[in-house]
């Protein structure tokens, strides 16, 4: 157990800090890309990375909130089905989640592997191959991240509890 929330804090530090190096990117490339516009000497790669930048957030943002159960938990469904359903509820959105992400994961590597050589529009010395590659990367991270934390929910669904919801925590510390 120990090395399993060992393995969860380095992906967890791994995914804020990419996610924050890749915001920062994304801020200062959409601020430099204003200015030049504004000064009459826009930059024409700038759209096309913003956007990569932006997909790769997201995609690994996606990762950060599985690891950190903010993503497709159903907690309230699990909490009031019969003790008997529980656990099984809890293997069975843990299959369809990680079957999805895997499916994800295959297909991301297919259009990788077809498309990876193509040279970008506006930047013909970065491939597709790379702007692409969040989303198989992250979709394997994200069915790591659910195996990494399908320990707590299967406890939580054995023990009966509610289980803890970021959302939930997030509201009632609000208020």
Known sequence: MRSVRLVRRG?????VSTGIVLLFAIAV????GVVLRKLGAPI??????AGMLLAWLTWYGAALAALERAHLGMPDLVALAPPALRVPLVLVRAALVCGTMA???????????ILGEEKLVTV???TVGVAQSAIPIAAALFVLAELLTLPDRLAEARAGAAAKDPERILLEAAR
Do not use: H, R, S
Request: overall charge negative; cysteine-free; charged content about 10%.
């Open 11 to 15: 992906l967890e530090l791994a995914l």
């Open 29 to 32: 490339l959409v601020a430099v």
């Open 44 to 49: 024409g790669w700038y759209d096309e990375i």
């Open 103 to 113: 499916l994800v994961a295959w297909f991301g590597w297919q259009i990788v592997a």
């Open 124 to 126: 013909p010395w970065l």
